[in-house]
């Protein structure tokens, strides 16, 4: 099964989304607008990727927290990610182990297809 973490009305998710619905492949979609994350699935993710590539820097949340002055080090970005997962780049896709980040069709053509 597919995962895809994110939010429903995200245009990177929405892309996503339109990329497994074409090609037919099954997906379960958690909205983190919907309900929190665990931290704990955020910590597992952190064992398969870069904190730089989870959080979103570039984010309106990132904006309005002012974390470009506070200048997290990444122990500091991971407890920001569960206590804010607006922070979360998106989407983040589980797949057989694999861990992907953003959307991009091509790696999602590579893993997927």
């Given at each position: ?90 989407p983040v896709v ?20």
């Amino acid at each position: 099964m597919i995962y895809v973490y994110g939010i429903k009305n995200c245009d990177s998710v929405k892309k996503a989304i339109k990329f497994f619905k074409e090609h037919d492949l099954a997906y379960d979609l958690f909205d983190y607008k919907e309900k929190a994350l665990p931290c704990e699935k955020i910590s597992s993710w952190l064992t398969l990727t870069d904190i730089k590539i989870l959080f979103n820097a570039r984010s309106t949340t990132y904006r309005n927290l002012k974390l470009k002055e506070l200048n997290p080090d990444d122990t500091e970005k991971q407890a920001w990610l569960c206590k804010e997962n607006m922070l979360i780049k998106r989407p983040v896709v589980e797949f057989n182990g694999h861990l992907l980040v953003g959307f991009n069709e091509e790696n999602y053509n590579g893993v997927f297809l």
